[in-house]
């Protein structure tokens, strides 16, 4: 029996060892079973994990070149917005994604690592390897592929641990940059400019103070106040690029936004998710879909200019 057991746990083993993307799979769950019992333990809201491989799906499928994000928190959700952009850059040698010994040295990678030389250099993708990218809209010619990320939270702390935890995987320290608000950080490769920057604030003024800045997002991701969701779709509409996708968060709200009776200290968010619901779906500019994920998902694509 002990020797059958023995057998099998080698035969696993081999077989992990023989498929790197299994071993990934594996560590990352260890990975992400650690950053949510973190989150967890300081009482810290994050997205369920349906949710980010929601995110993470929607980003490894649309490739966005500008990502914002409303209500970043603890940067959770953001690991998900950015793992394919992490796996990019990990596999660019000039990005020093590998040390001397062949190995990764971006942190996720490292983490992620496979018996046989890295996930990294398994995963390295034909783009990549030809130097170029077809990453959103920002792709010219043979030029660099522009990416940029941008996370907004009101709370300082939890702003703060954000870009720990992302200056931990891509292994840049992300520091403030004009103003103390500002927490920023760019990645040059030979093909690509990655910029990954924090903003404190509220998001509404953030967004509405950067309306004179002509540059358009390619993915939005909305996870912050349930009842500021309308505002923060009305303050973005200026920036959406053609085929945007919008994704919100939350948008069943327990299944509270379907009930006659609402508690009074629910009404707000209730009302500010209803009404986003109806902005998105009735909007001529979005084509909309819910899904019955996490807490219940919209995405809607951006497909007509105002
Ligand atoms: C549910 S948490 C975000 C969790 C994060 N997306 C994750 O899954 O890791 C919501 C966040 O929105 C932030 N927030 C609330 N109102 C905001 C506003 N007006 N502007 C920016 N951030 C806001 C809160 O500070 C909080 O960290």
Redesign the pocket.
């Known amino acids: 029996m002990q020797q059958t057991n023995r057998n099998n746990a080698f035969k696993k083993l081999f077989y992990v060892k023989q498929v790197p993307k299994i071993k990934e799979y594996l560590e990352e769950a260890v990975f992400l079973k650690k950053a949510r019992a973190d989150a967890e333990s300081l009482k810290i ?3 369920d994990d349906e949710t980010g491989r929601f995110l993470e799906l929607a980003c490894y499928l649309l490739k966005p070149a500008k990502i914002l ?10 690991y998900f917005l950015l793992k394919s952009i992490l796996k990019e850059l990990a596999s660019n040698k000039s990005y020093g994604g590998y040390d001397s010994a062949g190995e990764s040295v971006i942190g996720i990678c490292k983490a992620l690592e496979s018996a046989e030389g890295g996930i990294c250099k398994v995963n390295q993708s034909a783009e990549s390897k030809a130097g170029q990218s077809t990453r959103g809209s920002n792709k010219v010619g043979n030029s660099k592929t522009q990416f940029s990320y941008t996370g ?4 300082r702390k ?1 702003l703060d641990q954000a870009c720990l935890f992302i200056g931990s995987l891509i292994k840049k320290t992300i520091e403030p940059c004009c103003d103390s608000k500002r927490i920023k950080t760019a990645i040059e490769t030979e093909s690509s400019r990655c910029s990954f920057e924090f903003i404190h ?4 003024e953030i967004i509405q103070a950067e309306q004179e800045t002509k540059e358009k997002y390619d993915m939005v991701f909305i ?3 349930k009842y ?1 969701y309308p505002f923060y779709l009305e303050m973005v509409m200026d920036k959406l690029g053609i085929g945007c996708a919008v994704i919100a968060d939350n948008i069943f709200y327990g299944g509270k936004i379907f009930r006659e009776e609402i508690l009074k200290h629910d009404a707000n968010s209730v009302a500010g998710i209803q009404e986003y619901l109806r902005m998105v779906t009735k909007e001529d500019a979005f084509e909309t879909s819910l899904f019955n994920i996490g807490d219940g998902i919209s995405l809607s694509i951006y497909n007509k200019d105002k």
Do not use: F, K
Not at 69 to 78: K, V
Not at 201 to 204: D, E, I, W
């Open positions: 809201p994050i997205v994000e409303i209500g970043c928190g603890t940067g959770y959700s953001t907004i939270d009101l709370n939890r604030g509220n998001a509404v996870d912050a106040a500021q």
